[in-house]
């Protein structure tokens, strides 16, 4: 799961989906308008992206209704999609469909999905073109103190400090070694689907695990998981960086 929350109007539920493709790695237009063939139609969204000099090109309908889509909803919207030349159109509704929606997109490019399967459907590649840079980008500076060489001017340290310092590794290492695992390095030569969550179900049960806050090893989502995650990283890598400061040159 990308996210646990729910869009709560139309307009954000198109926003969480453009987001979603942006983070993919799509260029993405939210209410492009676009020509036709009949004229000029706004979409929702849409996203394109270049791969080896081929375009492929995704429009997606928003409809944050409070009853299942009909049939001629889909109808209309494949038209479109046909129109523009469109790999691909998603309807994601937060309903469903009725039944004659569903017989009317079989054989098409167009695919009747829900917010959640939405988010499964790019979930692997939401996770590997964002979650993982985002980790590396954004906490490759506390990694380094979860390395287990010993930095160079650990020794140029107060025996004061070289306890703090130990204090630290001990408080911090094990998060720093779960999200180098969570990484993009680490899925380099593993093509092994996405790892699940949360944490703690994947962890075998250790008092070490105790310097982990809950709500980042109990975390069922992986947007929010990032959140939590980057928040607590940054403040650990804060208080390396005090120790760094007085004795790297």
């Known amino acids: ?10 307009q954000s539920l198109q926003t969480e989906v453009g987001r979603i493709l942006e983070e993919c790695g799509f260029g993405v237009e939210v209410e492009k308008k676009i020509p036709s063939a009949r004229g000029v139609v706004e979409l929702d969204v849409y996203a394109e992206e270049t791969v080896r000099g081929r375009k492929y090109a ?9 009853s299942r889509i009909p049939q001629t909803m889909v109808h209309g919207f494949r038209t479109v999609v046909q129109e523009i030349g469109a790999n691909i159109g998603y309807i994601v509704s937060m309903e469903g469909f009725q039944s004659g929606a569903v ?3 079989d054989l098409t490019n167009l695919k ?6 939405f988010q499964d459907i790019f979930e692997e590649s939401w996770f590997e073109e964002f979650f993982t840079k985002q980790i590396d980008e954004k906490l490759d500076g506390l990694m380094t103190y ?16 070289k306890a703090k310092y ?4 001990e408080k911090y290492d094990l998060f720093g070694i779960i999200m180098q695992s969570l990484g993009p390095y680490s899925r380099v030569f593993r093509k092994e689907p996405i790892p699940t969550l949360p944490l703690r179900a994947r962890l075998k049960p250790d008092p070490i695990l105790s310097t982990i806050p809950d709500h980042i090893l109990d975390e069922t989502a992986y947007r929010e998981l990032l959140d939590a995650s980057v928040a607590y990283g940054e403040a650990a890598h804060a208080e390396f960086r005090v120790l760094r400061d007085k004795y790297a040159t």
């Open 103 to 105: 017989a009317a997109s």
């Open 1 to 10: 799961m990308i996210t646990r929350n729910a869009p709560d109007t139309w």
């Open 166 to 169: 130990y204090s630290l590794k």
């Open 112 to 117: 009747l999905v829900t917010w959640q399967e």
């Open 146 to 161: 979860a390395e287990p060489f010993l930095l160079a001017w650990f020794e140029r340290m107060s025996d004061e400090d």
């Open 58 to 66: 995704i429009a997606c309908e928003c409809k944050h209704w409070k």
